[in-house]
C-alpha cells in the first residue's frame, strides 16, 4: 500500500468516527436539588439513561440546578447544544418544563414524577403507581408490628410533603395494614406526620423520634434526604423500617439491620423504556408512562437482612397480594 493510499484510508477512518459522533441522539437529564450523586432516585434516573447510552446511538447530558430559578436557563442550555430529548425530574421542574417546551416546540420533554393536567404535544409526563407497591409493604409492616408489639402494634410515616405523589405511597401503604388488619382480626394503628420538606435529615430524625416515643413500631419515609434522617432514629430507637425509591439496603447502610425492604420507583425503567421508544419514533408526546407492578416500574425489594426472619406464609402471601393487584382483583384503594 503507497503513502498516498494510506493517508486517503486514515482520513476516511477518522471522517466515519466523526460522522458516527454526529449522528447520536444527544439526551439530557437535569437533577434536582442536591444533584445526581447525593439523591437516590434522581441517581436511579441517571442509571436509567446511562443504560441506554450503552445499549442504543445515544449520548448522555447531564445538568444540575442550584434553585427553581434555574431550572429554565438549564433546560434552554440543553435545548441549544441539540438535545432531542431532555428528563427533567420532579415536580419542581413542572413550570420551567412547560415554559421551555414552548419555546422549543421541536424538542421532546419527559418529566419523571409529574404528570401536567393538560396534554401538550412534545411533553410525556412519567408518573408510577406507587401505591401498587406500598400496599404489600403496608400489609409486612403490620405484620412485623403485631409479631414485636402484640399489644399495641403501630405503624408510621413521614411524608416530605403532603402532595399527590407522596400521598399516593402512603394511602397504598396504611390500606396495606387494614388489610392486614381485616384478615387477620388485628387492631395495629397508625402515626404520621409530614417534614414540608425534601431536604432535611435533621428534621426528620426528630419527626420519627417523636413518632416512635407515641408507639411506632415500623415507619416508612417518604421525603427524600429528609427520609435519610427518619429510618436513621429508627436505628437509633432500635425499631423498624421501609425504605423509597430504591433498594436503600444499599444507599443507606447504616440502617440495614433495620430495614424490612424498601418501595421502589423503578425511575431508571421508565427512563430506559422512554429513551427505546424515543429512538424507535415512538415517544408518547402529550401522554403518560404509568410504572406499575406489572411493567416492572415499581416494586418491592428482597427482605435481605429478613429473609429468614419472615416466616414464608408472610412471605408467599405477599407475593399473591402482587399478583392480585397486578389483576385487578385487589384495590390498594388509591383513585
Known amino acids: 500500500m503507497t503513502k498516498k493510499y494510506l493517508i486517503l484510508l486514515i482520513f476516511i477512518m477518522i471522517l466515519c468516527c466523526n460522522n458516527s459522533n454526529e449522528s447520536s441522539i444527544k439526551i439530557g437529564m437535569i437533577s434536582s436539588f442536591g444533584g445526581f450523586e447525593n439523591q437516590s432516585f434522581t441517581g436511579n434516573c441517571k ?197 423509597v425509591d430504591v433498594d436503600e439496603y444499599y444507599f443507606l447502610i447504616e440502617v440495614q439491620d433495620i430495614l424490612l425492604s424498601s418501595c421502589l420507583k423503578r425511575a431508571d425503567n421508565a427512563v430506559y423504556d422512554t429513551v427505546d421508544d424515543f429512538i424507535k419514533n415512538n415517544f408518547n408526546g402529550g401522554g403518560v408512562y404509568h410504572g406499575t407492578l406489572e411493567n416492572k416500574g415499581v416494586g418491592i425489594a428482597p427482605y435481605h437482612d429478613f429473609e429468614e426472619l419472615i416466616p414464608n406464609s408472610i412471605k408467599v402471601e405477599i407475593e399473591e397480594i402482587i399478583q392480585d393487584i397486578i389483576s385487578g382483583e385487589l384495590d390498594t384503594g388509591w383513585e
Open 47 to 243: 442509571e436509567g439513561l446511562e443504560r441506554a447510552a450503552e445499549d442504543f446511538d445515544v449520548t448522555a447530558e447531564y445538568a444540575e440546578a442550584d434553585s427553581i430559578g434555574d431550572f429554565e436557563s438549564v433546560m434552554n442550555e440543553l435545548s441549544e447544544i441539540g438535545c432531542e430529548l431532555i428528563f427533567p425530574i420532579g415536580f419542581d421542574q413542572s413550570e420551567a418544563t412547560y415554559n421551555v417546551a414552548q419555546i422549543f416546540p421541536e424538542i421532546d420533554f419527559a418529566i419523571v414524577d409529574f404528570e401536567f393536567e393538560e396534554s401538550i404535544e412534545n411533553i410525556q409526563s412519567i408518573i408510577f403507581e406507587t401505591d401498587e407497591a406500598s400496599f404489600p409493604l403496608g400489609f409486612l409492616a403490620a405484620f412485623w408490628a403485631d409479631l414485636q408489639d402484640a399489644n399495641e402494634p403501630k405503624i408510621g410515616y413521614v411524608g416530605g410533603m403532603d402532595i399527590l405523589p407522596v400521598n399516593q405511597f402512603i394511602t397504598g401503604y396504611l390500606n396495606g395494614k387494614n388489610y392486614f388488619n381485616e384478615k387477620y382480626d388485628k387492631n395495629v394503628t397508625e402515626d404520621g406526620t409530614y417534614a414540608n420538606s425534601f431536604y432535611d435529615e435533621e428534621l426528620g430524625f426528630d419527626l420519627a423520634d417523636s413518632l416512635i416515643f407515641n408507639g411506632v413500631d415500623v415507619i416508612f419515609p417518604v421525603a427524600g434526604q429528609t427520609g435519610n434522617g427518619v429510618l436513621l432514629a429508627a436505628k437509633e430507637n432500635e425499631k423498624w423500617g421501609i425504605g
